[in-house]
Every structure is written in structure tokens, then in C-alpha cells.
């Protein structure tokens, strides 16, 4: 039984530690200015692969040349990763400027007018591969139940008292008791 608990107790500190980082790269990273986006294109394989998690740091967009892979928004709801292949001024606003991207896997550029400068949301810095299937995973409904299980039974783990240590205080409050019986007389 011994045995038991403590495959049981290394179990649960593991996954205490495994949840810790998890959280911290999953969340905890925007701390430090940094910001996860999960890959789920090939477009810029095999720099960046599909399930992958790169981590963007926002950027002064004047420093940005062509070969850089930069991160922005395509339009309100498409956030996209890929490379400059050229920087033209902004027909509209020649203090602003344009990128043109492509991705690595592309065989065309994208299309369009080219990223404004004000879409830019930086530059990624690294990857962290097959991370993005467990952040998917984790953010679809049987992720969450399994989340919050794991959370269960380790909170169940930590505040319900072991057998062993009830059975330690009685032996201890028994071996307290005098034994008048078979004590030697002095």
C-alpha cells in the first residue's frame, strides 16, 4: 500500500510540474512581453510546422527588412505568420509603410495592397513544436473537462487525509498509555 501512494504522490507532483509549465507558456509567458499564436497552416513549413507554438514579441516596425518573418492580423479575425519580401511606401500615407509577404511553402506572394505597419503585431522570437495541439486541445470542451478533472483529483489529493497518518496518531496516542501491567516495580 505504501508503494501505492508514493507512485501516487510522484504522480501527482508531475503533474503539478507539467501544469505549471503549461500554464506558464500557455498564459504566464505575457509576463515577459510575449505573446503565443498556434501554427495551423503549412504555409511557412519548415521554419514554423503546423501544431507548432511560436512566441511574437512586439516590434518597432521601422526596424523590420526584408527576410524578416513578421506576425499580423490579415483582417478583424485572421492572425497570420509569414515573410517580407518587400517594403513599399503606402499610396495613402507615404509616412507609413507596407510589407509584402509570402509564406516559405507558398509559391505565390500574398495578395493585396501588402501589410499596413499598424497590422503588425511583431516579430516571432521561437517555437515551441506540438505545443499548439495541446493549447487547441485545451481550449475545446473535452480539454476543459479534462482540465478540470486533473484539478480535481489533484485538489482531492492534497485535502483528503491518507490512512496512514489516522492509523500513525492512533498508534502514537496508544503507545502513550502507561502499560501498569507488566511494569517493573523500582
Do not use: W
Not at 501505492?4 to 509549465?21: C, D, E, G, P, Y
Not at 503549461?22 to 501554427?39: E, W
Not at 478540470?148 to 491518507?162: E, H, I, K, M, Q
Amino acid at each position: 500500500m505504501n508503494q501505492i501512494k508514493r507512485i501516487f504522490q510522484l504522480a501527482s507532483t508531475i503533474m503539478v510540474i507539467l501544469a505549471l509549465l503549461v500554464a506558464f507558456f500557455l498564459v504566464g509567458i505575457r509576463l515577459i512581453g510575449l505573446y503565443p499564436y498556434t501554427v495551423l497552416s503549412g504555409s511557412m513549413e519548415p521554419t514554423y510546422h503546423v501544431g507548432s507554438i511560436i512566441y511574437v514579441k512586439k516590434v518597432d516596425t521601422q526596424t523590420l527588412k526584408v527576410g524578416d518573418p513578421i506576425t499580423f492580423m490579415m483582417n478583424d479575425t485572421t492572425v497570420a505568420t509569414h515573410r517580407i519580401i518587400e517594403i513599399v511606401p503606402d499610396e495613402n500615407d507615404p509616412s507609413s509603410v507596407r510589407f509584402r509577404t509570402k509564406g516559405d511553402n507558398n509559391d505565390v506572394a500574398d495578395g493585396g495592397d501588402g501589410v499596413h505597419c499598424n497590422n503588425v503585431i511583431g516579430k516571432p522570437v521561437f517555437t515551441i513544436p506540438y505545443m499548439g495541439y495541446l493549447a487547441v486541445y485545451l481550449q475545446s470542451s473535452s480539454g476543459r473537462y479534462l482540465l478540470f478533472g486533473l484539478c480535481a483529483v489533484l485538489l482531492l489529493s492534497t485535502v483528503l487525509p491518507s490512512g496512514k497518518n489516522k492509523k500513525s496518531e492512533a498508534d502514537s496516542v496508544e503507545g502513550d498509555t502507561p502499560d501498569t501491567e507488566n511494569a517493573d516495580p523500582q
